[in-house]
Each structure stands twice: as structure tokens, then as C-alpha cells.
Nanobody, 115 residues
Framework: QVQVVESGGGLVQPGGSLRLSCAAS????????MGWYRQAPGKGRELVAVITRSSTTNYADSVKGRFAIYRDNAKNTVYLQMNSLKPEDTAVYYCNVGALTYNYWGQGTQVTVSS
């Protein structure tokens, strides 16, 4: 059973920074794409950023230039560095991990941007 555990959320003021971490364990197969999604109250889940095993990245337009995704393949861990945070970034952030044809989700971590 694959476990996906996020950490690093919290409350931050507008303009501040946070770094999220996500560690995957228990996979029999090589971890391929890893990504971050978010869901704000009353809205659907949306892609924030994804990264392939070879470190090709893709970002939502709303976070380009402010967020950076990177990974450590040896640790099956993905990170999301979030800078210049805005109130509209407030959401539950979920980590998604792909292995073979399977996708696994973490339990989510709350990020709140407020003064």
C-alpha cells in the first residue's frame, strides 16, 4: 500500500513564503509524475504544479513565477516552494503521486494566506 504524506502547511501573511513537502513510500514501482493540486472552499480541485521523474515541470498560470516544484528521486519526495503568497492561494493542497498506471493522493495540508 502506497502512503503519501504531506507537510508544511500553515498560516502566512500575504507576500510570505511556505514550503510544502510530500513523501511517498511503499510503492513496488518507480514513482513517475509527482504533483501538487489545491482545492479552495466551494471550488473544484485544480492543478498547481507537476514534475516528471526527469524533472520536466508544468505550472498553473496563476502560480508561474511565484511557485517552484522540485523533487528528490532517492527519497521519493516532492517539494513546493511558494513565494509571494496571495490570499487567493488559500486552499487545501494535495500531493499526487503516479506509479505505473496508479495514482495516489495524500490527505491534504491547509495553506491559509491572511493578514
Amino acid at each position: 500500500q502506497v502512503q503519501v504524506v504531506e507537510s508544511g502547511g500553515g498560516l502566512v501573511q500575504p507576500g510570505g513564503s511556505l514550503r510544502l513537502s510530500c513523501a511517498a513510500s511503499g510503492s513496488r514501482f518507480s514513482i513517475n509524475t509527482m504533483g501538487w493540486y489545491r482545492q479552495a472552499p466551494g471550488k473544484g480541485r485544480e492543478l498547481v504544479a507537476v514534475i516528471t521523474r526527469s524533472s520536466t515541470t508544468n505550472y498553473a498560470d496563476s502560480v508561474k513565477g511565484r511557485f517552484a516544484i522540485y523533487r528528490d528521486n532517492a527519497k521519493n519526495t516532492v517539494y513546493l516552494q511558494m513565494n509571494s503568497l496571495k490570499p487567493e492561494d488559500t486552499a487545501v493542497y494535495y500531493c499526487n503521486v503516479g506509479a505505473l498506471t496508479y495514482n495516489y493522493w495524500g490527505q491534504g495540508t491547509q495553506v491559509t494566506v491572511s493578514s
